[in-house]
């Protein structure tokens, strides 16, 4: 766990079965489980497994599965639970790990003991938290782009990655395509898809009408307002030709064209992780509570996700905030988010407090996520002219398609369900003032000359101790 490529989150609704990675043990040998991300299990036969890397494990599922190398930066070994996630160092050891897994519950999750005592986790194939979008869109192998698919697709379903309905309908539409075939008219595509519409669509768009008048409701009967926008997006899915089918196959032109609409989702390829946050006090008596959330983190930013409604709470590159974890004995851990806001128009500092056990590993996430991308500006100028700073075109790249912003989308900050701490800062306390700008209550940033986050500053006849 130590070190930030080994990082935590929270376990999506899809890994709730408890499944062990360990199917039998020798003197010697044993047969380990890897699960890919749609539950097909890779055995393998290793010697002495409980000194075994991370880093060989992986290299035996990719001799297995015959993948090209890419896949060995694009993919990595997770340890999953009901309860807790964890991706792999290459030099860590599945199998100790696995042996201190009641400890790491104790440390970094709130279960009770009798949770703790029937959790067991299972190794999975996933995609590395640390690989670039970038570099996958340069990916033509459609073994490899199958893998991405699936555990893209698994996340939109089980809405750990929250979707408008005109997203999930395209997106449902390119899952009918792999898994029907092509819409063909003369087919009874509807009564299809209705019969297996959660294969489709997540189940919160999936609910049907209950009591008497469903009753009536037969196969024949008028689709659902899901439903018939599923319908007439799979009319719509168009076939690859020409240039499209150059260097990859039908069904890997769909993998494709599904990854490139989840890029549009900005919490895509992220580690997600447990919390709660404060809710904004309400009524007479100012009562609050909390809300719970997930907080995804990326090589891009942070976004907190309200939990129960699916949909963003807060969204932020790292060039926009500033960060940092407290773990005072006997009280929760912290991480604190700190963002330029405003408060009836004035400009402000705006403080969020995210209590988690994990608030140490999400620290740590967010730190080596920026040196990682620090560490790789130099080089991108020498890339070719499909990188992100070196289109010679008018157009923008792929990769630099904006992201979603329909009034009310899921995906759009909700800073008004937010509970924070406005304040500035005069160098000796913090004030509530009429606010310019100045330094960062917080360390823990980019670099000035890279970051657009800014602190206020007071005037000196408008401060008001706070």
């Not at 009918?176 to 299809?192: I, W």
Request: aromatic share 8%; with cysteine; hydrophobic share 35%.
């Amino acid at each position: 766990m130590d070190g930030a490529e080994g990082n935590a989150g929270q376990p999506g609704p899809a890994e709730r079965s408890h499944r062990s990675s360990v199917s039998s043990v020798g003197a010697r040998a044993a047969d380990v489980l890897v699960y890919l991300a749609d539950d097909t299990v890779v055995p393998l036969a290793v010697e002495n497994l409980s000194s075994i890397s991370a880093q060989e494990l992986h290299r035996a599922v990719h001799e297995v599965l015959q993948l090209p190398d890419v896949a060995l930066d694009a993919f990595a070994l997770w340890l999953v639970s009901p309860l807790l996630e964890v991706q792999l160092k290459p030099k860590h050891q599945p199998y100790k790990l696995g042996r201190q897994w009641p400890e790491l519950l104790l440390r970094f999750t709130d279960a009770s003991d009798d949770d703790v005592a029937m959790d067991e986790p299972s190794l999975q194939f996933r995609r590395n938290v640390f690989f670039p979008k970038r570099r996958e869109l340069q990916i033509h192998d459609e073994a490899v782009l199958r893998l991405f698919y699936e555990e893209a697709k698994g996340n939109v379903l089980t809405a750990r990655y929250p979707c408008d309905l005109e997203d999930c309908e395209v997106l449902g539409a390119l899952v009918c395509r792999v898994q029907l075939g092509p819409y063909q008219p003369g087919q009874p595509a509807a009564c299809t898809l209705r019969e297996k519409l959660d294969s489709f669509l997540p189940a919160h768009l999936c609910k049907r009408g209950h009591g008497l008048f469903a009753a009536f409701r037969g196969r024949g009967s008028k689709t659902g307002p899901g439903e018939q926008g599923l319908l007439n997006a799979y009319r719509q899915v168009k076939e690859a030709t020409g240039s499209d089918s150059e260097h990859e196959t039908t069904l890997g032109s769909h993998y494709r064209a599904y990854l490139l609409k989840c890029h549009e989702l900005p919490f895509y390829g992220c580690a997600f992780f447990h919390g709660e946050i404060d809710k904004p006090a309400q009524g007479f008596l100012h009562r609050g509570g909390r809300k719970p959330v997930t907080v995804a983190i990326s090589l891009e930013g942070v976004h907190v996700i309200d939990s129960r409604e699916k949909h963003v709470l807060l969204g932020l590159g790292f060039q926009e905030l500033s960060w940092d974890h407290t773990s005072p004995e006997e009280e929760e851990p912290v991480l604190w988010l700190e963002f330029d806001g405003d408060s009836e128009g004035m400009p402000v500092n705006k403080l969020l407090r995210i209590y988690s056990k994990q608030a140490e590993l999400m620290s740590g996430l967010i730190e080596y996520c920026i040196e990682l991308s620090q560490a790789s500006e130099p080089t991108l100028p020498q890339e070719s002219a499909s990188g992100p700073q070196e289109a010679p075109s008018s157009s923008p790249p792929p990769t630099q398609r904006p992201k979603l912003r329909r009034q009310g989308s899921v995906v759009c900050s909700r800073i008004q369900h937010l509970s924070t701490i406005d304040y500035v800062e005069d160098g000796k306390g913090i004030k509530r003032v009429k606010p310019k700008r100045t330094t960062s209550f917080f360390s823990r940033q980019l670099s000035s000359s890279q970051g657009s986050y800014t602190v206020v500053q007071p005037t000196d006849d408008s401060l008001e101790q706070s």
